[in-house]
């Protein structure tokens, strides 16, 4: 076996010391690998063993696999079929099939990018499907705006939201106030969905 040397002191008094680091991947979950570490006795420099990069950049491969079969997963269970989404996106026909299914096909950083995007906002495939249409754009995140107050508002039911649209003199106002339904003191609840959305 080739001698370990500290590459600070040049002494062979070089221990391999193993420990575990956690991974994680958006929608990947994570996992755990065993990374080795340089460790001198003689005057204690510590340095990454080289073989770590690789243990690492194969688990994160892994785990970007994971991510895409489950991005995949959950958005065909919310009804976007493959074959709909790639009609959407101007995919090739049975791009996200085999993103999801061949094993030895890696899926390529921005694929798993621009999945992560709709999975993460699933009316962008409806945005695509109006062909990016600017008006059509704004009225889908407007309404997608509207039910994620409207599911703020049942995960907060100590909060009385009041929305309201208006027009007087030279304004419009356009206003979500949520104020507690039981407050001790007098005290103005104006900014309080906001505070949730932080
Ligand atoms: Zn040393």
């Known amino acids: 076996m080739e001698k370990v040397i ?11 010391e193993e420990h575990e680091i956690e991974l994680s991947e958006p929608y990947g979950g994570s996992s755990t690998v065993k990374i080795k570490e340089k460790v001198c006795a003689q005057c204690g420099f510590e340095e990454d063993d080289d073989s770590n990069d690789l243990v690492i950049e194969k688990e994160l491969s892994a785990l970007k696999r994971i991510s895409m079969v489950k991005v995949l997963d959950a958005l065909n269970a919310m009804g976007h079929t493959t ?11 049975r791009t996200l099939a085999r993103w999801k299914n061949e094993q030895s096909m890696s899926p390529s950083a921005s694929g ?42 049942s995960e907060h039911p100590e909060y009385e939201v009041i929305t309201s649209a208006q027009k007087s ?30």
Not at 83 to 93: F, N, V
Not at 118 to 123: A, D, G, L, Q, V
Not at 185 to 194: C, D, I, Q
């Open 6 to 16: 500290c590459s600070y002191c040049g002494n062979e008094t070089v221990s391999i």
């Open 83 to 93: 074959a709909s989404m790639e009609r959407a996106l101007g995919l090739p026909a």
């Open 112 to 153: 798993i990018a621009l999945m992560r995007i709709i999975r993460t906002y699933p009316w962008i495939l409806a945005v695509a499907d109006m062909q990016f249409d600017h008006e059509a754009a704004r009225n889908i995140l407007l309404q997608n705006a509207a039910k994620e107050l409207v599911k703020i508002r």
């Open 169 to 198: 003199g030279n304004h419009f106002e356009l206003f979500i106030k949520g104020s507690r339904k039981f407050i001790p003191e007098a005290v103005s609840g104006e900014n309080n969905v906001f505070e949730f959305l932080r």
